[in-house]
């Protein structure tokens, strides 16, 4: 890993680049060591050039949207982080929606349902951006991106950008190709287009609005990754981690949230390796009393084992 030539490049990015730069503030939960290297992305062209680089240089990379579903490890991460804030929107007459991979979901959602267009509504309010939300399926309220995908614009490895129909993300509950591949195998998303359906705009206002007050009443406020595990085939982990005794369960400045078992709260003081023993007691207790191993919704970076917890 060539990272002084990296670092020589970004000595040119001026404010964009930083280096040591701790990830806590970049991520949902607010925990995360410094990365190496973090460069912020406006465009599209940004995170290609930032991408292609640290390839160039064999310096491992990541990319974040909005750092709302993943657990960043107190040593941080090793090599170049991309944050991605490249948000340009398009929407056609004909329901296409174009977006880049770095627009925030619940902005296109709220927008696209005051243009009445219909199937983007169970995004309302969800944190983090489109890339986050392709790689991971994002969905609520019996929606998610698999049924409103046509296409996703990739930066493959071999630094070609190809066009991909939906069907080849594979996508399964909270799963998708990109997903399921190493970290350094993956293609970046750079942009994502939605397929929505015509609809009576305050119809569907209306609809974002219920779920926006859902959201606000249902789910704890502060610092959370959101869902924490998957929900197993014909259950529900909120469910079972609160019938196993665990709300307000803390280990440090990490607790089940009372208000939903399935959010983790750093109440203020939490350390990465705190929400990780909580999330491992968890797994232990709901596995002892249940006999279900609840897997983790969450990716963790920048941990020495398996990615996937
Ligand atoms: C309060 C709260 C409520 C939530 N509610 C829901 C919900 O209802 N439904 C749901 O599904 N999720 C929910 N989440 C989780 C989260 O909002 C989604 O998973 C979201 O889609 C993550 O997007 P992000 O941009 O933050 O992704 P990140 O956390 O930044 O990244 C997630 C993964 O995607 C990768 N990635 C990000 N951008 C790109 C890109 N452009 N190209 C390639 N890889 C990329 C990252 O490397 C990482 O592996 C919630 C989270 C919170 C905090």
């Not at 991979?101 to 944190?127: N, V």
């Not at 399926?137 to 129909?165: C, K, M």
């Amino acid at each position: 890993m060539n990272l002084a030539s990296l670092l020589e490049w970004a000595s040119g990015l001026g404010e964009r680049a930083r280096r040591e730069e701790p990830l806590a503030s970049y991520t949902a939960m607010r925990v995360g060591g410094p990365a190496d290297l973090l460069v912020v992305c406006r465009t599209t062209e940004e995170v290609v050039e930032a991408v292609e680089r640290a390839r160039a240089a064999g310096v491992p990379w990541r990319v974040l949207g909005g750092g709302c579903n993943v657990l960043v490890s107190d040593a941080g991460v090793r090599g170049l982080v991309v944050v991605n804030r490249a948000d340009r929107t398009r929407i056609e007459a004909d329901g296409t929606v174009w977006a880049e991979a770095g627009a925030p979901m619940a902005a296109l959602a709220r927008e696209t349902a005051a243009r009445g267009l219909a199937g983007l509504e169970w995004a309302a309010g969800l944190p983090g951006t489109v890339g986050g939300a392709v790689v991971g399926n994002a969905g609520a309220f019996g929606g998610d991106v698999a049924s409103v995908l046509r296409s996703v614009t990739l930066l493959e490895r071999d630094g070609s950008i190809a066009e991909r129909p939906a069907d080849w993300m594979a996508f399964a509950y909270r799963e998708s190709r990109i997903k399921r591949l190493p970290p350094q195998e993956r293609p970046v998303v750079l942009a994502a287009t939605f397929c929505l359906t015509p609809g009576d705009s305050a119809v569907l206002a209306a609809r974002v609005e219920e779920i926006l007050t859902w959201r606000r009443t249902r789910h704890p406020s502060g610092a959370t990754m959101g869902s924490t595990f998957k929900n197993p085939p014909g259950n529900h982990a909120g469910r079972l981690i609160e019938a196993a005794g665990l709300k307000g369960y803390r280990i440090g400045g990490a607790m089940v949230s009372e208000l939903h078992a399935n959010f983790l709260i750093n109440t203020g003081s939490a350390t990465a390796a705190d929400v990780r023993a909580l999330i491992r007691h968890i797994q232990a207790e709901v596995e002892r009393q249940f006999g279900i191993r609840l897997e983790p919704e969450v990716e963790f970076i920048g941990w020495d084992a398996d990615e996937r917890g």
